[in-house]
């Protein structure tokens, strides 16, 4: 059973940055994607990146293509989310999620953490 354990989230103000962080407890083979998603009250779970842990190939959302980078490291089983030029509208909890494919659809991920909340005020 792989663990996912996000860190890194906290209150921020408008324009400022952000480094999530999501540790694996083990890397199984059906764990060939992780992805970042959040959910803000009220709303829907979103999908926010995602990166392959093989070969690096990462997708974005559009709403925060520009701003966030997904990066990995692989010897720490680890994925990160750098959170650049933040906006009120990115106060969400944010998830890691371990799946085979980096795909967009939240039910597709088989594997959650708790999430960590970042607030970002105006």
């Known amino acids: 059973q792989v663990q996912l354990v996000e860190s890194g989230g906290g209150l921020v103000q408008a324009g400022g940055s952000l480094t999530l962080s999501c540790a694996a407890s083990?890397?199984?083979?059906?764990?060939?994607?992780m992805g970042w998603f959040r959910q803000a009250p009220g709303k829907e779970r979103e999908f926010v990146a995602a990166?392959?842990?093989?070969?690096?190939?990462?997708y974005y959302a559009n709403s925060v293509k520009g701003r966030f980078t997904i990066s990995k490291d692989n010897a720490k089983n680890t994925v990160y989310l750098q959170m650049n030029s933040l906006k009120p509208e990115d106060t969400a909890l944010y998830y890691c999620?371990?799946?085979?494919?980096?795909?967009?659809?939240?039910?597709?991920?088989?594997?959650w953490g708790q999430g960590t909340q970042v607030t970002v005020s105006s």
């Open positions: 999620a371990a799946g085979q494919r980096m795909v967009v659809g939240p039910s597709l991920y088989d594997h």
């Open positions: 083990r890397r199984t083979f059906s764990s060939a994607a």
């Open positions: 990166i392959m842990w093989s070969g690096g190939s990462t």
